[in-house]
């Protein structure tokens, strides 16, 4: 109409911007809506770190061995007195190896301590020997068994030889050691970071697969197509909720493993957050990927737990030693982001600051992210527009 004006259009980045905040709140009233996310999100979390970080342990304690004394000297009596108080076995005295052996078939004891009958006489001549017999059918417990053994016996011999009992013609050394970083020899010290792993990619990368996938298969994702809402802008509004949920759970983490668990932090919290962050992104763009190509939710459930889950508990070093892998595991293990925040993670708990470990990894995590949320872009791309 003459006479009439209308107001200019907005600005194409204000524009988007609006275009984004919409999109977010409708994904956060999704989120809210949806127990399943929540008990993911939060109550996940809590849960896998309470199971996790009480029953999980490489600790051994509490062994049941039998002490077979088949010599009754005073040497003898000491010997078996250091292994019934030590916390780490359960002694059963037994004079009868025939006996001990029986009880090692059934799997009433793990191990075997004999003490043969001349065992007083040949401490005398310096050549005194205990023998040691462990049920290896785990071959992991039956060396830290052995280890344990050895140790009490050790340190038994240690205190004949303050005592004045005996000592080498040569002479006697005293050897001291220390575990840096974990005085207290306690295996949930690295345990229980390595639980965050686990959490956060559950968090990230399993949340957004199914959200993704469940709004392909209820084909609300269509309903977009005709609005002039981008690819990119509903990426990143799937992004952002989820992102600050898995913060949440990072946090209770957090709290978890140093009031439960009495993890000592040696580090600064802003390295934590900021190297969490960066795995979390690389969890969330891993999820959208899977559910960008796939569309369902029972497949992208599966490939995640296949791609990321299953990698991270296994081949990311917080169970097992990356070491003692055969070499092309090793070399594939360096494709995995998991390696790269388990390092991160028990450095600054246990260790600290320690730039020569922290800014390599954490490159390592920025370049995966930025990778992937690109790739996941171009998929998005060519799914959506």
Request: charged letters at 15%; hydrophobic letters at 55%; a positive charge.
């Amino acid at each position: 109409m003459p006479g009439r004006s209308f107001p200019p259009p907005p600005a194409e980045g204000s524009a988007k911007l609006r275009r984004v905040a919409a999109l977010v709140r409708k994904e956060a009233y999704q989120l809210f809506r949806d127990p399943s996310s929540i008990a993911i999100g939060v109550f996940m979390p809590l849960l896998l770190i309470l199971l996790f970080g009480f029953a999980l342990s490489l600790d051994v304690k509490n062994v049941p061995v039998a002490l077979v004394l088949e010599d009754a000297s005073p040497a003898t009596t000491e010997l078996a007195a250091g292994f019934a108080l030590s916390p780490y076995f359960e002694a059963r005295l037994l004079t009868s190896m025939p006996r001990a052996k029986v009880l090692v078939a059934q799997q009433v004891v793990d191990g075997i301590v004999r003490i043969r009958p001349d065992f007083a006489r040949r401490l005398s001549l310096n050549d005194g020997e205990a023998q040691v017999l462990v049920y290896g059918t785990d071959a992991n417990r039956a060396r830290i068994i052995e280890g344990y053994a050895q140790g009490a016996i050790a340190q038994w011999s240690a205190r004949r030889a303050a005592e004045g009992y005996h000592a080498a013609a040569g002479g006697s050394a005293v050897v001291e050691s220390r575990l840096w970083f974990n005085e207290a020899d306690d295996s949930h010290y690295f345990l229980v970071p390595g639980l965050i792993v686990l959490i956060m990619t559950l968090i990230g990368a399993l949340l957004t697969a199914l959200v993704m996938a469940r709004e392909w298969e209820r084909g609300t994702l269509e309903a977009m197509f005709v609005t002039p809402v981008r690819a990119g802008e509903i990426l990143l509004a799937k992004i952002i909720p989820y992102f600050a949920l898995g913060m949440v759970g990072l946090g209770l983490c957090i709290l978890a493993a140093r009031f439960l668990f009495q993890v000592p932090f040696r580090g600064s919290v802003l390295i934590l957050v900021g190297v969490s962050m960066l795995y979390l992104l690389v969890a969330l763009a891993i999820g959208l990927l899977i559910s960008s190509i796939t569309k369902s939710q029972f497949v992208s459930s599966m490939a995640t737990m296949l791609i990321a889950f299953l990698p991270a508990l296994f081949l990311s070093g917080f169970l097992f030693d990356l070491s003692s892998m055969p070499a092309p595991v090793r070399i594939f293990s360096y494709a995995l982001p998991a390696r790269y925040y388990v390092a991160l993670l028990q450095t600054v708990f246990l260790a600290g600051d320690i730039w020569g470990v922290i800014l390599p990894n954490a490159a390592v995590l920025a370049a995966m992210a930025t990778v992937l949320l690109v790739l996941t872009r171009a998929v998005a791309t060519k799914r959506l527009v």
